[in-house]
């Protein structure tokens, strides 16, 4: 498949013959603009496969355009072609063509051998191949030029996609005021501009305001669906300045964004949720389909769109069609926090306040999100405002946790400096605080001013708004009144007829690339989710356009319909711009082809295309196209595949999908019963122990019924329900349990099967903790003698039962024997681990602890003092481990007689722990304990 690129073509030109009319600014200007385009951080342009042409002959020139045309085809790359010098426009003929004019060229008899006439040439090139041309002329009467390109034949649709950027129309261009206005802009970006691309829209615009003093506005001719439109895919140069300016910059938010505002209107709604904001820490919009929710967050989070708002409005911006859950959504929203200054640290402190373990238990949303917020010091008069889109779209176990976590942060004194801006269809928000405003039908002022803007006429403002009951309908019509024109209102009676004109001009009954394309992105759902190479190899399965030039050839067609982020690039994400269209495309059931093939194509796709962006978006969304085909069984395998280590996460994402199987899958279908048992543990990891131990109950009934008691998975599941007994506290039942569940393992799988083995050292655990030390020690000592029998000596269930053993033989009281076993088990350890991995670190320790027990204080340090050094070179000097490592260095110092120094030590390890840990940790309290107990 080919991959995206750019390449350039820059020509600096001053015609020989022009001598009382030579330009100063070349060729500088030429380099400049060539460094500029080949730049990755601006124009992003192959500097392999881009040229510097300077004072070119004629001969020259056409071949060096000619080059660039044959490389950038053969690579079905875009091509940037820039022409900066001398041109002349031929006045004896009718159309009067523009010439660029190249060092032996000749101003008086422009000719095929004089001179460069650049819309017929183009016209007649075959341009099929490349991925778009942007041509742009920086020349006197260029653009004359742009119109003598396109009356000589070149067909913007048919043959190429084609940006024209011309410095001036049919005046002279001075100083070329225009060139260097684009290079500043290319350099210093649009600090305004809340996009992550600037197109020929935003360079002609930039270089009026620039130039308007030296010469005539530039002119822009773009090829994008609807009047005058610019092609996303074909923009000059990256906004450097965006980063900077725009939370949402390099995001898929941010091109939803984009897409969503296109032409945005402000409006009374946006009046009215800016004041409910300014006196609420919560504000819940809602309304039908298509009301305009999520462009009025979209647009709230684009400083430019209502300027009296200050700028970062909104600090933060999810969609839920692109973070469909919870763990995802307090990701994209802690990303776009992260430029808030001291919400890095902020974070570091709230994860510092907890072991791994116990951060690993959090919902993402207190983890990543709210937590560092209470740790984040809002400046007076400064205020943290995160907004939410579509959180009706959630499931709704996702939906009612995120319910719940808002309403107790709109109360949470540490939060005040915080307010939540929600939207949904009307699901889930009974019972929040704050203002809750429902959107109002568009007003014929409104949709007024919208057409203006537009350049339509205000005559068809009553019609349009008669025929509009939402701002989704008023701006499709509107679109549709331009590419269509305004017959189009005559039967236009909902969202559905509109969506169905619109299709109709893209697609007809007999299968097309258009119709393809819009199959696809319907399976893959709304916003930029699908990996361009997916949508592509996908397409090709299909019968439709089987490679990126084509299919971004169709794209352009479709318009503002389509959502896409990083366009033009080899990261390119696309998707369908809202759900309703997502929908109508999916019930298209005359179509030849259906959105269940494209879910199948897409799932073949990614496992063809094999790349870091398709096994990213087969973690995220396999399992939805595996569930709309009915593979049931795959797809919660999918999901199964997925999980992560995150034990909070894990649970969220196995509830959601655990809900949906509900109404699909009967109550008795193993794999469902799988996913239940995947469910209590990670339930139980989470830290919910009692929830573990009630779905463990309520598994095991279905198993006994489903499966009978001598099942493997039977048994399995009265494992985990007797661990989870123990875990909350029940150590006599957990024993009963585990002791009769040993005895059916051993009739049912053998006394040497693993799982039986397990449960083995199951009793001997829950005997010693129940008081019977002796009998848990016997128990481990036979099970050490099978474990060694049937894994051998290094087997890691081996090394485990001896540390087990040496464990109990101490809390025996046998101080010397437990001494000796965890020596002779660390010089194993490190035959078969190595000096440095975690279980020989823990075995130097153990060893350590119990020197010093046996009497040898001295000995205990010295061992304590080199496991630190190797905790710091293993693990770094802020690791928890290494922590605990000085704490038991304090301590053995203290009782080796000096007092003083562990005095110190103390003191100096609670420094770091309250910076890495925080003031609240269970290592922070115990420091403070211990030094305060030293310093009697």
Known sequence: MAMSSRHALVVGSQCAALRNQRLSFLPQ???????????????????????????????????????????????????????IGHAEINKNKVSAPLFLLPKDGNHKDLDDDTAYEIGRRLGNMALGSLDGLILILDVCH????????????????????????????????????????????????????????????????????ICRKEQDPPVYIGSGAGTNASDPGLWVTRNIAAPNFWPLSGTPEGALAVTLTNSFQVTHDLERITFAMSQQRLVVIHGRAGSGKSALLAALARPELVPDLPRRYLSAVAFTTLTPTLSMLAASIAKQLGDISGFAAATVAHSGAFDKKDLDRQPA?????????????????????????????????????????????????????????????????????????????????????????????????????????????????????????????????????????????????????????????????????????????????????????????????????????????????????????????RHQGHWPITVRHAHQAILEAIEVVGEEASRNYSRERAADHLWALGRYHEALSAVISSLGHRAADNRELLQEWLERASGVLPVDEVIRLNFMDRLALWTGKSGDISAALTQSGNLLRDRLRVLGPDDPATLTARHHLAFWTGQLGDASEA??????????????????????????????????????????????WDLFQDRLRV??????????????????????????????????????????????????????????????????????????????????????????????????????????????????????????????????????????????????
């Open 29 to 83: 200007r030429a380099q400049h603009l060539h460094r500029a385009l080949t730049d990755p951080r601006l124009g992003d342009c192959d500097p392999a496969n881009s040229a510097l042409v300077l004072d070119p002959t004629m001969a020259e020139l056409k071949e060096a355009v000619m080059a660039s045309v044959t490389r950038a085809s053969e690579a079905k790359a875009t091509l940037v072609f820039a022409f």
């Open 791 to 936: 894994m051998g000596e290094e087997h890691p269930d081996t090394l485990k039962v001896r540390s087990n053993l040496a464990t109990w033989t101490g809390k025996s009281g046998d101080v010397p024997g437990a001494l000796a076993q965890f020596r002779s088990l660390l010089e194993v350890r490190i035959r078969v681990l190595g000096e440095d991995h975690p279980d020989t670190l823990k075995t130097r320790s153990n060893v350590a602890s119990w020197a010093g027990k046996s009497g040898d204080i001295a000995g205990a340090l010295e061992q304590f003092l080199a496991l630190l050094e190797a905790r710091i070179r293993v693990l770094g000097e802020d690791h928890p481990a290494t922590l605990s490592a000085r704490s038991n260095v304090a301590s053995w110092t203290g009782k080796s007689g000096d007092r003083a120094g562990a005095v110190t030590q103390f003191h100096n390890l609670l420094g770091d722990r309250l910076r890495v840990l925080g003031p609240n940790h269970p290592a922070t309290l115990k420091t403070r304990r211990n030094l305060a107990a030293w310093t009697k």
């Open 142 to 209: 260029a653009g004359l030029g742009v119109a003598d390109v396109i009356k000589n034949g070149l067909d913007l649709r048919e043959q190429v996609r084609l940006e024209l950027l011309a410095g001036t129309y049919d005046r002279e261009a001075r100083n070329g005021c225009f060139s260097q206005s684009l290079i500043t802009l290319m350099e210093s970006g649009q600090p305004d501009s809340s996009v992550d691309y600037l197109d020929i829209r935003h360079a002609a615009n930039f270089g009026n305001a």
């Open 365 to 585: 949303l207190q983890r990543l999100v709210f937590g560092p917020l209470r740790q984040l010091k809002v400046p007076l008069g400064k205020r943290i405002r995160v907004a939410i889109d579509g959180v009706d779209q959630l499931e709704p176990v996702a939906r009612g946790e995120l319910m719940s976590v808002i309403a107790q942060a709109c109360v949470d004194e540490r939060l005040e400096r915080v307010s939540i801006l929600v939207n949904t269809r009307g699901e889930g928000i009974e019972g929040l605080p704050g203002q809750s405003i429902r959107l109002a039908r568009p007003g014929e002022d409104e949709i007024s001013e919208y057409l203006a803007a537009k350049g339509l006429p205000g005559s068809v403002a009553a019609d349009l708004a008669a025929n509009s009951s939402t701002w989704l309908e008023a701006g499709l019509l509107t679109e549709a009144i331009l590419t269509l024109g305004p017959d189009v209102l005559k039967d236009a009676a909902s969202l559905d007829d509109i969506y169905q004109k619109l299709l109709s001009s893209l697609v007809d009954e007999e299968m097309t690339d258009a119709m393809v394309c819009l199959t696809v992105l319907a399976a893959a759902g709304s916003g930029p989710v699908l990996p361009l190479h997916i949508a592509v190899e996908a397409s090709l399965q299909m019968g439709g356009p089987g490679d990126e030039l084509e299919f971004r050839n169709t794209l352009a067609r479709l318009g503002g319909l389509v959502a896409r982020a990083n366009p033009g690039t080899a990261n390119e994400i696309i998707g369908f711009f809202h759900d309703t269209l997502v929908q109508k495309v």
């Open 735 to 780: 024993l009963v349990q585990f002791s009769n569940l040993l005895l059916d393992q051993v009739r049912v799988l053998g006394a040497d099967h693993p799982a039986t083995l397990k449960t083995r050292s199951n009793v001997a655990t829950w005997t010693g903790r129940t008081g019977d030390i002796a009998a848990a020690i016997m128990q481990n």
